[in-house]
Nanobody, 117 residues
Framework: QVQVVESGGGLVQAGGSRRLSCAASGSTNSINAMAWYRQAPGKQREFIAV???????VYADSVKGRFTISRDKSKNTVYLQLNSLKPEDTAVYYCTVTWGPYDNDYWGQGTQVTVSS
């Protein structure tokens, strides 16, 4: 089992930056990947970025070049650096951990990011 806790959300002006954190605890030695998703009001949850245990990363086209995912393995924490934020980036940002031989997914509660114009 893995517990996932996000932090770092808040209110930011358009063009600004924010760094989100996602801390995993529990049986962290079998983490296969850590990823970020977001869900805007009235919209479906969408994939943002993933960092696999081997270090490879994948980004959604909508955030490529603006958002960066990184991981501090010693802290079992993954970060999402949000730059050049736009009002349409306003959403609840969720972290998920893919774990174990069957790729079980564990989700956090989310952290709200609001971008004002």
């Amino acid at each position: 089992q893995v517990q996932v806790v996000e932090s770092g959300g808040g209110l930011v002006q358009a063009g600004g930056s924010r760094r989100l954190s996602c801390a995993a605890s529990g049986s962290t030695n079998s983490i296969n990947a850590m990823a970020w998703y977001r869900q805007a009001p009235g919209k479906q949850r969408e994939f943002i970025a993933v960092r696999h245990s081997g270090g490879s990363t994948v980004y959604a086209d909508s955030v490529k070049g603006r958002f960066t995912i990184s991981r501090d393995k010693s802290k079992n924490t993954v970060y999402l650096q949000l730059n050049s934020l736009k009002p349409e980036d306003t959403a609840v940002y969720y972290c998920t951990v893919t774990w174990g031989p069957y790729d079980n997914d564990y989700w956090g509660q989310g952290t709200q990011v609001t971008v004002s114009s």
